[in-house]
């Protein structure tokens, strides 16, 4: 039986996330009788205090899957954190890990899925010091939507898309070869112009319920 961890790594505290939604869809994919999944929340890890318990169980993993957002064109900072104490961890233990393999799954704000580039060298460079196979990664545009709009018909291209990327990982988890794999791109099939403006739209309603005005969000208070 092999282990199979997949992390969550929204930030998000009491909302659904699409990071959420990612990885229990994934999760779907992943054969049941041949393997061991074990699911773990970056934020819940951190705020409870079993770090060290979520630790042992990715270091004794056959395959990581991590699922987060794209935050100022990288990592969310929990994120950073929970991968700087895992080298840490790893660090300490004194053994190599052996054979696992990294999968990373980020979803932007942007339409243009190739904007998680950066996010994905990150990672790939965080598998490289703990002696990880880094596989590839699958880049989402406008991956908010796949959640808030999963049922509207335009979705059902790239839903589609997105269900042959997680067959590929699984498949991939299942394969002995490490045969050179390139990134997925998947793109939400939605008109550019329309999408920022309902993005726009989705900025003034926060700002609202914060007390704000339209005005200032384009205020520049450190120029």
Sequence with gaps: ????????????????????????????HIDDATTN???????HSIAKHKTREDFETIFNADAVIIAFPLYIFCMPGILTRFLEDYYKFYIERGEATSNV???????????????NLEAIRVIKSFCYHINAHFRFGILIGGGGMLHGAKDAPFMKKTLTNLNDAFLTIAKDIENVELNKLENLSIAVNFP???????GNRNWY???????????????????
Excluded: Q
């Design 192 to 198: 550019r112009r329309l999408f920022f403006f309902m």
């Design 1 to 28: 039986m092999k282990n199979i961890v997949l992390i969550n790594a929204s930030p998000k505290v009491n909302e659904p996330s699409t990071s959420e939604y990612l990885v229990d869809a994934i999760g779907k």
């Design 205 to 223: 309603a926060w700002a609202r319920r914060n007390g704000l005005k339209k005005k200032d969000l384009y205020r520049k208070p450190y120029r």
């Design 101 to 115: 393999k990294v999968y990373a799954i980020v979803n932007c704000g942007f339409p243009e899925p190739e904007i």
């Design 37 to 43: 999944k074990f699911f773990i929340n970056v934020r």
